[in-house]
């Protein structure tokens, strides 16, 4: 499997309801950033977590990292319609090269 | 809006066509980068550079050929393209730093068509 690796690939929910998606890597990083897209548009960068960091809030997403496990989960509460995106986790390897993962597709219907 | 522009936003070219994307980033940053996003694939990154030096090229075909005149300007010229070149081509830049890959800004992508 490839670094970043996201899961599910697809999340379908209701307005109001929490999303988690989850992401999994293979080699050490110094950190993690989660990223949106919205359809046919640039990523949009969500938030950035460190390698020495467990676990970090940005308005309604939190975000974690478990770097024993190589494993972060993004979590948004209480979601939107608007939140409607892809989702994608990105490791650093080596200087400013970001590796992506395929992405989660989440859905929230109104 | 996230101060990183591309243009053409669609692009429909012929095989034999010579075209080129722009991309033009207003953060003053030190590098910058070239994605190609084909769907239900990963971002497949393409071209780095870093202050205005070329680091890093992933066995790019050579009908792809990047240019960067000067840190706030990059731009990928096309020649004799195929059509699974088609895709969602994405600029990017950030600030070069040594405590690893810092955040990335993108522009809004360049929809290639390959015919």
């Known amino acids: 499997s490839q670094q970043g690796e996201e899961d599910p690939q697809a999340l379908s929910i209701q307005e109001g309801e929490n999303a988690t998606m989850n992401c999994s890597y293979k080699t050490s990083i110094n950190n993690l950033q989660w990223y949106r897209q919205n359809s046919g548009r640039g990523l949009v960068h969500l938030i950035l977590?460190?390698?020495?960091?467990r676990e970090k809030h940005s308005g309604r997403l939190r975000v974690t990292l478990d770097t024993s496990k190589k494993s972060s989960s993004l979590l948004i509460t209480a979601s939107r319609a608007a939140d409607t995106a892809s989702y994608f986790c990105a490791t650093d390897r080596s200087g400013s090269r970001l590796t992506f993962g395929e992405g989660t597709q989440l859905t929230v219907n109104p | 809006e996230t101060g990183v522009t591309q243009t053409p936003r669609h692009l429909v070219m012929g095989m034999t066509n010579k075209k080129s994307l722009k991309c033009e980033q207003h953060l003053g940053h030190n590098a910058m980068y070239w994605y190609k996003q084909s769907a239900k694939k990963p971002l497949e990154l393409m071209f780095v550079y870093s202050l205005e030096e070329r680091v890093e090229n992933n066995s790019v075909p050579s009908r792809f050929s990047p240019e960067c005149p000067n840190s706030s300007h990059l731009f990928l010229h096309l020649h004799t393209l195929q059509p699974e070149d088609s895709a969602l081509y994405l600029c990017?830049?950030?600030?070069?730093?040594?405590?690893?890959?810092?955040?990335?800004?993108f522009g809004p992508g360049t929809r290639l068509t390959v015919l």
């Open positions: 977590i460190r390698s020495n960091e």
């Open positions: 990017a830049s950030s600030q070069d730093g040594l405590a690893g890959a810092l955040q990335q800004f």
